[in-house]
């Protein structure tokens, strides 16, 4: 019975997931056909694909991962008051917070981030403000650089982490607060030592949700960047449809899914928690 | 006792009453400026809809009513609207009764496999969308399948799966075990047990699931600018336009759909409380 309920899903994600994934690690060590037209590629299993694609884009993939990861922190930073303060000091406006977290989302993501590349920019609000106040330069801007897009990947992912830390904070006990107040912890001990362990599960799912699509995300830093920002969705994106290089594209794929996937292995084992999904 | 509250009062001063007030509503003020974050861009596409704009929706240039009255006036907007509307259903559809049919082996049967079957339902979610992207417009060119409307829709569905199951489950799990073998005692056998039981407490998880199928489905751009060719839905009609400056016919879709949706979540959340009050 459960292998009859999981046999048409488990063909669909077979054939559309595991053997394009399968089907791209093999594009990844073609080379061009000798005479033959762009885009025609021939198996050869080079393998230096890899390293000439990596190190053509170091600067790319280091940027990508310090971006997600600044974005991260950043998103935790935020949410983490936001779910804590809607799990525990909304009263009767819970559920309308809740919404209010998730409402923005209907909004297209992109229509969200032209707005803030319109808000951040000349004739947007903050620019002429800070100028006028003598915070930032007459030559400054906002847009085009690191810090619009790492400001417009935490904006986009800010949902991913809110939703499961207020998931895991809502379920602890008060009470378990309380017994600690009673055994005379203060505030700041109560939370370092009873809250914050009890909704770890909640910040794991939270920065995994944000860290792993913001590593390949391009559109930030496509939209908010300058060609300075690039991150590697941008090279793999442009590799595929501006020039027509798909081993490269595979490869940096590759590369990319299999970093993230060696890091969230390693935070999820340093973090401990098993219950993820 | 009113007289000593009342003299005590002042001894405690102003600053030191303020830094308290501070204290005790931090979270509050940090949950404000948070909540200011996420809806600074919002307001500006609802305001912005309303621009007597022109063609490039850049600078505020007045007030008017007429980009809402004819929301399609600009070319290629509405086209790319329904496109989105019509894989999203495509997408919910599917993904929504794979992922369900899922949820359920999982989450009620003990069988070999069962953390792979896991394996496989996380690792679409751990991986980037730009590589679930490009892997499948990979796969689709060595077939000779040209990117449009059909491979977007199996796009959708196929990251879609992941979420809804996980949706599934957790309601799934959550469901008190006694309430099906109260049906079990008043002998309705296992298929009544789940038409009557079973599926009807399930069954707001699966609509949860459904939503946020569509809605991560009519939101994506990344998988679908790979896989749909020279089809145009609304994301990548916004991205396309944004060099140049999206139309303000983009703004009032994008602020009925948020209007919309919002709708749909209050009255959800009304069922809810009358089904409630009902039992």
Known sequence: MPYLLLLPGFLFLFTFFVLPIANLAQTSTQTPIA????????QTFQFSNYINAFTENKEQFGR????????????????????YAIAFKAGRLKNVLLVLVVAPFFVSFLLRTVAWKQILGEEGFFVPTLRNLGIISESTTLTSTSFAVVMGMTYNFLPFMTLPLYASLERIDPRTMEASGDLYANGITTFRKVTLPLSMPGVVAGTLLTFIPA??????????????????????????????????????????????????????????????? | MTHQKDASIPTIPVKARISRWFGRNLIRIYAVFGFTYLFIPVLYTFAFSFNDSGKSNLIWKGFTLNNWKNPCGAPEVCSALGNSIKIGLLATTFSTILGTMIAFAIGRYAFKGRSTSNLLIFLPMATPEIVLGASLLSMFLVFHINPGFWPTVIAHIMFCISFVVVTVKARIASLDPRLEQAAMDLYANELETFRRVTFPLVAPGIAGAALLAFSLSFDDFIITNFNSGTLTTFPKFVYVSAARGIPAQANVIGSAMFILALAIVIAGQFVGRKTKVAK
Do not use: C, W
């Open chain 1, 215 to 277: 590593a390949g995300d391009y559109v930030n830093a496509a939209i908010l960047g300058s060609p300075n920002t690039k991150m590697i969705g941008n090279v793999i994106e442009s590799r595929y449809f501006k020039i027509v290089d798909y081993p490269t594209a595979a490869a940096l794929s590759f590369t990319l899914m299999a970093a993230i996937l060696i890091l969230v292995t390693i935070y999820i084992r340093k973090a401990g928690t098993e219950e993820l999904v």
């Open chain 1, 35 to 42: 005479g033959g037209d762009t885009g025609q590629y021939e």
């Open chain 1, 64 to 83: 990508s991962f310090v971006f997600a990861l600044l974005a991260t922190i950043l998103a935790l930073a935020i949410a983490y008051p936001l779910a």
